[in-house]
């Protein structure tokens, strides 16, 4: 087996189910979940927050895929290519898609006439999938809830990239999702409110002249009680008497 872990660039968050395993055809196994898409111009920006122009594409992901694949079975894979990927006996390969080619749908039916989905125009897309807890980080790279990560942020992930033959003689490439970076917040396609942790939402907030007790964390603590007195130290402990000579 050939496999690389690689960080991808940054991309705009859809379809996040990272709290809970999600299955959307009957048959298919539960996973956590996030669809990633890239900018066809290879580039991000958030002008209503002042965030400038950043890139984002990709082109590490794909040079990731077509050297493992090579190292694995000397095939050079081109990710465009799904009818020759598939000739050469590769099972299932990575299904990037052209985000103007998706619709809008209602009820799981293409808008008559047909419309482009406002959401995905411009963009590469790729499902990123794992069966396991995916860890997740803020720009900081301190962990976070994963229930910050909504649909619309812009985030970063890291991923593993394999190829190899299964036990059935079937050529195989995988990326497997491991843990994710939220980067910069942006309109959420939900219209949902970033959800933060309370230390956080508080941050650099602090109330210098409070008149909480410093012990108001503790579960014994009730409104209006002092805080706790200093424990007296204890006494020394008497010299031990001597042994009687032999």
């Known amino acids: ?9 940054i991309f705009r968050a859809s379809h996040v189910h990272l709290k809970e395993k999600k299955a959307f055809q009957p048959n298919d196994t539960p996973k956590f979940r996030i669809a990633a898409m890239w900018p066809k111009s290879g580039s991000g920006q958030i002008v209503e927050s002042g965030v400038q122009p950043f890139q984002s594409n990709p082109n590490n992901l794909i040079l990731a895929l077509q050297q493992v694949v090579k190292a694995e079975f000397n095939f050079d894979y081109n990710p465009w290519d799904a009818a020759n990927t598939k000739m050469f006996g590769i099972q299932f390969p990575p299904n990037f898609k052209d985000g103007d080619q998706q619709f809008l749908k209602e ?8 419309q482009v989905d406002p959401i995905t125009q411009g963009h590469w897309l790729l499902n990123l999938t794992s069966e396991d807890n995916v860890g997740v980080v803020g720009p900081n790279a301190q962990a976070i809830d994963v229930g910050s990560v909504y649909s619309g942020a812009w985030v970063r992930a890291q991923v593993e990239v394999s190829a190899y033959t299964n036990s059935n003689n079937a050529r195989i490439i995988t990326i497997k999702f491991l843990h994710l970076m939220m980067c910069y917040d942006d309109n959420s396609f939900g219209g949902a409110v970033p959800k933060q942790d309370a230390a956080t939402a508080f941050a650099g907030m602090a109330v210098a002249n409070t008149n909480i007790a410093a012990n108001v964390g503790n579960t014994e603590f009730r409104p209006g009680m002092a805080p706790a007195a200093p424990a007296a130290p204890a006494a020394p402990a008497a010299p031990a008497a001597p042994a009687a000579p032999a």
Not at 1 to 9: K, L, Y
């Open 1 to 9: 087996m050939a496999s690389q872990v690689i960080i991808t660039d």
């Open 107 to 114: 009820n799981g039916v293409p808008v008559q006439p047909f």
